[in-house]
């Protein structure tokens, strides 16, 4: 252990990001101590990933089981479908107390010290914790941040967590509303319209920029929307903006035209919910003691070792890693930047690679992707020199996927034309979750669709959806 220190490592923040880099910490022989203000887990277990996807299994299986076309087809009859709404909300409740007991049992057990009260840097190499019984300060060799993020609610919009809310309270379905409307086309509003129309729930989706699901691939986004929005019949706005939201009964939203900001409709609905992207949870975190200042949207700035900056210059002791740093903000990323972290801690440099991070939004099917969209490898070509390839396989010539009779789905591989470097991934269709990690362990490898189209994959199985798409690349 470092001398003269109370730890070698302490972790402001028990969320993933924190947790991930604690594990590695204590692998790494590292005296480590995680200071929590709020929830064992923080965001992922208690009010993201773990719940919502809790919630999308058994709307999933109520769209399923009541979708007597598709049973039909498989020669399957069911009768009446019935759920439980408080059944569905305790599986999620359930799941998030098993969840945040193993992940604070997990540090108990590797002799990681937890620290119940806010933590601040209060200088170099040192923190201080306000907690119940007064406040204490640590010493430490380093100091990882890892704070977090907060729902962003725009201006003009009222939240009372009842009838107007945002993914912190969605979570817990309290209440199942006949008419919801929900504000963001991206992850959170993709899988909670999944969730509500399966459910039963009328959906409008209310999206300010000019397309929905701005920030996936345009192909992707184009079929997504066609399944999972078209074909449900829920009730888009594009182009418009919620101007103001009003909570009650009903609950009133005055939409506005984003580009013009004319005034254009105002909608009565039972419930709104909120899902306008996550914010930076960095503020009273002592960064002042230590120089550092926040980027101008209030997240941490670093480099990819994740060490925190300063005018520029990585601050000596001093890392920040998770959803507070603004690189990525997914759970697995969070704790890949911790793992990180602790790497550079521990004298061995180390970087974050992000095109091979994968993400998933956990609809019914599913999106994945890894890597670049195909406009982001066009405009990385053309100041590069190089030409873009792109390739797409589908769903429907998938044998397992006929027989599983959910074919609607495609996958496209965008590579480089001189080398067959693969760039991105995407994949819209079922399980697109889990058959994106190959395409994720070729771009960490920075392989080229020339070795890819050479692997054998098993038959048949969704994988092969890849397997078309490589040897299309090369044909
Ligand atoms: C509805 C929803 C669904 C999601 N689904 C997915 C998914 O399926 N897959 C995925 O990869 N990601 C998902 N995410 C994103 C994921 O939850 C975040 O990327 C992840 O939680 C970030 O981890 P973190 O450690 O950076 O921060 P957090 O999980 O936010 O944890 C930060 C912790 O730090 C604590 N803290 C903050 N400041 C202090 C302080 N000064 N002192 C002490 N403690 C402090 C907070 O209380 C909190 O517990 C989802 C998010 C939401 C909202
Ligand atoms: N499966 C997953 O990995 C998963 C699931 C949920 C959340 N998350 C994480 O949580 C973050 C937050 O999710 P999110 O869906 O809130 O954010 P997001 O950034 O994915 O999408 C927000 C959407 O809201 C739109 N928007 C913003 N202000 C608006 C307004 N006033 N009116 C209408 N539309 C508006 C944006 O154009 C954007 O399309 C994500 O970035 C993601 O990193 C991940």
């Known amino acids: 252990m470092s001398e003269g220190f109370d730890y070698d490592l302490v972790i402001l923040g028990a969320g993933v990001g924190g947790h991930g880099a604690a594990l590695h910490a204590v692998s ?85 010290d937890i620290i119940r009260g806010w933590g601040k840097v209060a200088g170099t190499q040192k923190v201080t914790v306000t907690t119940d019984s007064g406040e204490k300060t640590i010493t430490a060799k380093d100091i990882i941040l890892s704070p977090g993020s907060v729902p962003f609610v725009p201006p003009g919009i009222q939240v009372d967590g009842k009838t107007v809310f945002t993914s912190d309270q969605a979570v817990k379905l309290e209440s199942l509303p006949e008419w919801v409307a929900i504000i963001g086309s991206g992850y959170i509003g993709l899988e909670f319209s999944d969730v509500y129309s399966a459910l039963g729930s009328e959906v409008t989706m209310i999206e300010a920029l000019d397309q929905l699901m701005p920030g996936f691939d345009r192909d992707i986004a184009k079929l997504a929307e066609r399944v999972l929005i078209a074909n449900r019949d829920i009730e888009t706005h594009v182009g418009i903006y919620a101007k103001k939201v009003i909570p009650g009964s009903p609950v009133i939203i005055e939409l506005a035209n984003f580009k013009t900001k004319e005034d254009v409709d105002v909608l009565e609905v039972d419930a709104c919910l909120v899902a306008t992207g996550r914010i930076p949870a960095t503020q009273n975190l002592g960064l002042d003691s230590v120089g550092v200042e926040l980027d101008r949207r209030n997240f941490i700035p670093v480099n990819d070792n994740m060490a925190v900056l300063s005018a520029g210059e990585p601050v000596p ?44 939004a956990f609809t019914h099917p599913e999106i994945s992707y890894v890597g670049m969209t195909e406009t982001a490898a066009k405009e990385k070509g053309s100041a590069e020199g190089w030409a873009v390839g792109t390739t797409k396989s589908y769903f429907k010539g998938n044998s397992k996927a006929l027989a599983e009779g959910e074919a609607d789905g495609m996958a496209k591989v965008i590579y480089r034309k001189d080398t067959g470097e693969v760039l991105g991934v995407h994949i819209f269709g079922m399980h697109a979750s889990d058959i994106i990690h190959e395409a994720s362990a070729a771009i ?28 299309r690349a090369v044909a």
């Open 317 to 360: 002791h001093l890392w920040a890693i998770g959803d507070a740093t603004g690189k990525m903000m997914l759970a697995h990323a969070a704790s890949a930047q911790g793992i990180v972290a602790v790497e550079n801690i521990c004298g061995r440099r180390k970087e974050v690679d992000y095109p091979s991070i994968p993400a998933a």
């Open 28 to 112: 790494c022989g590292l005296k480590t101590a995680i200071v929590e203000a709020a929830d064992m887990g923080g965001t992922c277990v208690n009010r993201g990933c773990i719940p919502s996807k809790a919630l999308l299994a058994a709307s999933g299986r109520v769209r399923e089981l009541r979708n007597a076309h598709h049973l039909k087809s498989l020669g399957i009859q069911l009768g009446n479908v019935e759920f439980d709404r408080q059944g569905i909300a305790d599986h999620a409740n359930n799941l998030v107390a098993k969840i945040q007991g193993d992940l604070t049992n997990s540090l108990k057990r590797l002799g990681v």
């Open 444 to 471: 960490a490898n920075r392989q080229s669709v020339h070795t890819l189209a050479h692997l054998v994959h098993a038959h048949p199985t969704l994988s092969e959806v890849l397997d078309e798409a490589y040897k």
